[in-house]
């Protein structure tokens, strides 16, 4: 009964000191709270897009696109990101039945991957390592999609505006200003 009690102890204040350590560590800030698009208010200086921003594939051939994020001198801590393309045309990968994506350069986890297949909608959560402060010097890779063409035709792969967010470390802030797009021509 007392080595229960004791382990039981152990796991309590092992349980308080990472509490502890997790709310008072400098940079840690609460991720923002999903919101209403009306609520997504631009304060400019962060753009999205796609790299490439084009491509010309064959049906049933596979390609990758990275997600690119530029936003100079900014610290950013999470990025909400609704991606839709023609689910007619292109396949979005999956591995283990989610969402498959490839890391980037800055953020440490995706959290939330959702795919809604039937629509062509992708909805990304990447949240960035909160004990370290990596200011972004030039345009970074988010993570790698990979698509695969169905058939024959033009389609699109683009950010959802309004929707997509880009939030700022040190204001809490939607800094998201401009977004592209990926265009896809699918031919024999």
């Known amino acids: ?15 308080a000191v990472f509490a502890v350590s997790f709310f008072l560590t400098p940079g840690v800030k609460e991720i923002p709270k999903e919101k209403k698009a009306e609520e997504k208010v631009n304060t400019g200086g962060a753009s999205l897009y796609f790299a490439p921003d084009s491509v010309t594939v064959k049906p049933f051939q596979n390609f990758d696109t990275k997600i690119v994020l530029s936003a100079e001198e900014k610290i950013i801590n999470s990025a ?39 629509t062509g909608n992708i909805y990304l959560l990447g949240v960035r390592d909160f004990y370290t402060k990596a ?49 896809v021509e699918i031919t024999d």
Request: net charge neutral; no cysteine.
């Open 135 to 183: 200011v972004l010097k030039s345009p970074v890779s988010l993570g790698t999609l990979t698509f695969k063409a169905l058939k024959s035709g033009k389609t699109q792969v683009k950010f959802k505006d309004p929707g997509s967010a880009m939030i700022e470390a040190d204001t809490n802030k939607n800094v998201l200003g401009e977004t592209g797009e990926m265009e």
């Open 1 to 15: 009964m007392k080595k229960i009690i004791y382990i039981l102890l152990i796991i309590l204040l092992g349980e």
């Open 80 to 118: 909400d990101l609704y991606i839709t393309y023609d689910p007619k045309l292109l396949e979005a990968s999956i591995s283990g039945g989610i969402l498959s994506i490839k890391q980037g350069e800055y953020f440490s986890i995706f959290p939330s991957r959702t795919l809604d297949a039937k």
